[in-house]
Structure formats: C-alpha cells, structure tokens
C-alpha cells in the first residue's frame, strides 16, 4: 500500500486530486441530519413517490427524503430539465456518470448494489465516485452493497477516505467481492475489504499484503516509514476486530513480524499468534481435540488464497458469478444493479484533473527558467571588458530585465493557482509546503532584485 514521499515531485506530478464540478448557477447545498453528509446541487420543486428530486454537481439524479435532510444554502430557483432516456447523464464536464437522469428508481428498489473498485487505487477521485454510487445505492433502497473488489493496492489515503464512506453505511450490510482480471484485493484492496461485514471471493483470487510502504517520485525507491506503520496497523487491526475479522490476520498482513496461526480447542478455532498458540499447546496438548496450523510464520507477510481465506475464516464464502453471489447473500431472484459506470468516469476525471494541475506546474516551471535565462547578470557578453559598463549604454539590460519580470509576473500567477489548488480541500494533492516556500523564495528573490535594479537605473 502507497503513501507519497513528501517533495516537490509529488504535487507537481501525482495524479492525487480532487475536484468537484461547481455548476454554473448557485448551488443548494444540503445536509443529512444524522450522518452530516453534505451534497451540493439543485433541489427541484418536483416529486417522485414523495421524495424530492436531487440533481447533485456530479451528474445523475438523487430521490430524497427531505425529513432526512436541512437546506443549508438554497441557490437560486431551478426549473426541472428534461428526462433524459437511459443511463447516460454526465458528470462534471459533461465525463460519462450512470446514474439515471429522469428515471425514478422502481423495480430496482431492494436491489443488491455492485459497486466496482477495479485497477490501481490511486486517483482520490474514486472516493468521490464510491460517495456518489453509495447515495445511488442508498436512493434504491438497495439491501446489501457489495464492493467487487479487483486491485493490486494503491494509496492509503484513497482507501482510507473509502473506509470512512463504508462507515456511514448503516442503512445496509456491506460486502466485499474479490473478483476480476488482477484475481486479487492486495494492499490497499485487503484493507477495503477488512471494511466490510462480509467477504466473498472469486476462486483463484488472493488477499492481503497490506504493508505501507512509500515510493520516492525521484529515485523510485520503496521506503517504509515504521511510525506511520505501526499507526496504520492499529487502525487494520482495529477495523477488522470490530466488523468481526480476526485481528491477528489483518496484522500480519500489515507486519511481517507477525505469526498467525489457527488452533482448535475444544472445537472452537482461533486465530492467534505463535507465542498465544504455544501457551494454549503447552496447556490442551493432551486433549484429543486440540489441533495447531501455521498460517504464515514470522518473516513473511500474509497473503491468502480464496481456499485459504475461507478456511481461516476470513471469507465466508466462494462465488465466481453474479447468481453464485446472490445465493452466498441468501438474495436469489433479487434485481442486481451495477455502477458499471464507476472506472471509466475515475478514468477519465483523473486525467482531465491532472491535466490541470500539470498545467499550471508546467507554466510555472517555463515561466520561472524563462524569467532566470532573462537575467542581464547571466549576459555577461553584453559587458566592455575596459570600462566594465554595458556597451550599448544599458538598453539591452533594461529590455532583458523588463522581459525577465513579465516572465516573473505570469509565474506568480501560476503559483497562486497551485496554492489554491494546494489549500482546496476538493482536490486533496499532497503538498510539501517546505518546497512550496523554497519555490516561492526563489522566484520573490529573484524578482525583487530585478525589480531593485531595474528601478535604480530607470532612464
């Protein structure tokens, strides 16, 4: 699981942001009374099976019951557009976002809820998704959300916003499905997935290898920060204890240090460390019906297979199809619905969204070299090596300090979009602040002597 190593190459370059479409006209915002979920968008006059029509920033069209909700702030009046045919209403700057347009949710009321986390967990923006296909989930009543989880792991800040959002989803049981392409939920996937009350897996999927580990953006070196491991344990352990996982097992795939193993006592299994099952062998050995398996011994951090997972208790269950699902669930003749719509739009958002900040990166890096290849004091050629004097006079050296400054000017500029973006709590991109400020006392720097001299020989 990734965390970013703090530098100027993580904000410049990373594909972590996240940013809300912000509609043209004002936007309602309202507020959920118990869970204080906050949804931003127009709230229209008209009705369906008494709750009122949401059209949220994002795209799509939300059934709410206002006794659930506050009008924080109420934009100005909107009049209801057209329905749209079919599952294809847009999300911020018109990107593809499933959730129907005009059509009221009816026979897919009570449905079982698939929502796809697929791929690298590396853009925030997917939590945004999961927060969007968690309201959808929740205005059709679904039954059960089932996370089919396929990924090889990924940002830790990501997975832990996830987290937060399965949390508040008390309305409905919540289900990991490991099952996809990558045949895993690794790293950040097994944490999601220790999330959930129940886990189900695909045969031939694995799960676990969960360390947190960073990668620097300059040397490509894998470093593990062992404060932030051991925090980060603590949460693992913490999760899966309380929706009923074994903690020995969330540890061990977090810490290598650590032994797990299965004892039976008494028909009873257990999963314990190797010290813990030494202790209770030494005290049942003579007892017919104690039995010790090792799980994974210390050195070796924990990854199970589908057989293994259920076997130690981890998965409740295989399923390999949709109706091998719903009969685990007990939910067979239950209507599916699928945000199938989640990892195109995660797909496509984070890279309009990085284009973004990439952009203005780009535009302060070319400003700044431009403003610095300006400087009259790297002209030396412009110099009489008699009198020491610029040989034209200074004109030249005024011009280049003039175009120098200009470049300084739309430098600044850029900069200020970063801090924006930086200070923006929609788009979530780590910031080293300490090279923010080295950047910026560089081009002030810079400017100020050019402004200086500039101004002391004005014509």
Not at 17 to 23: E, G, H, Q, R, S
Not at 80 to 99: I, S
Not at 151 to 158: A, E, F, H, I, Q
Not at 390 to 401: A, K, L
Request: glycine fraction near 6%; aromatic fraction near 6%.
């Amino acid at each position: 699981m990734v965390t970013r190593t703090p530098s100027v190459f993580v904000w410049l370059l990373s594909a972590v942001l996240v940013l809300t479409a912000v509609a043209a006209a004002p936007a309602d915002t309202l507020k959920n009374k118990k869970t204080g979920e906050v949804l931003k968008g127009r709230l229209l006059d008209q009705r369906v099976n008494q709750r009122h029509i949401f059209r949220p920033d994002l795209g799509g069209t939300l059934y709410l019951d206002m006794r659930e909700w506050e009008v924080v702030e109420r934009g100005a009046p909107a009049q209801p557009p057209a329905a749209k045919p079919g599952p294809k209403a847009t999300g911020p700057n018109g990107t593809p976002h499933p959730a129907d347009a005009g059509t009221a949710p009816t026979a897919e009321d009570g449905c079982v809820f698939i929502l796809p986390i697929t791929g690298a967990i590396d853009h925030p923006c997917l939590a945004e998704a999961v927060r969007q296909a968690i309201a959808e989930a929740r205005t059709r009543h679904a039954k059960v959300v089932v996370l089919r989880v396929d990924t090889p792991g990924g940002l830790v800040t990501v997975a832990d916003t996830i987290i937060r959002l399965l949390e508040e989803v008390t309305w409905a049981p919540t289900v990991s499905w490991v099952k996809g392409d990558v045949k895993g939920a690794l790293s950040a996937g097994a944490y999601i997935c220790l999330a959930t009350k129940q886990i189900l897996m695909a045969p031939g999927t694995t799960i676990g290898a969960a360390t947190p580990f960073t990668r620097s953006e300059t040397t490509g070196s894998v470093q593990v920060d062992e404060k932030f491991k051991s925090a980060f344990s603590a949460r693992f352990r913490s999760l899966a204890q309380q929706l009923g996982h074994s903690s020995v097992i969330a540890h061990a795939m977090v810490d290598n240090s650590v032994s797990a193993v299965q004892v039976v006592v008494d028909g009873q299994s257990r999963i314990v460390t190797a010290e813990e099952a030494d202790r209770l062998e030494a005290k049942h050995k003579n007892e017919a019906g104690f039995r010790r398996k090792t799980i994974v011994q210390a050195g070796q951090l924990l990854t199970l297979t589908s057989a293994e997972a259920v076997d130690f208790g981890v998965a409740c269950g295989l399923a390999d199809t949709k109706d091998a699902l719903l009969k685990q669930l007990a939910m067979e003749g239950v209507p599916v619905v699928e945000a199938a719509w989640l990892p195109d739009w995660v797909e496509r958002t984070s890279k309009r969204r990085n284009a973004e900040i990439d952009k203005w990166f780009n535009q302060f890096a070319h400003q700044l070299q431009q403003a610095a290849e300006e400087d009259p004091r790297l002209g030396s050629y412009y110099v009489s090596e008699v009198t020491g004097q610029f040989s034209d006079g200074g004109t030249r050296w005024r011009e280049h300090t003039d175009r120098a400054l200009r470049h300084l000017k739309v430098c600044a500029q850029a900069l200020t979009e970063l801090e924006k973006l930086a200070k923006d709590e929609r788009y979530r991109f780590p910031v080293d602040q300490a090279a923010f400020d080295r950047m910026k006392m560089r081009m002030d720097a810079l400017y100020k002597r050019l402004h200086r001299e500039r101004t002391a020989t004005a014509p």
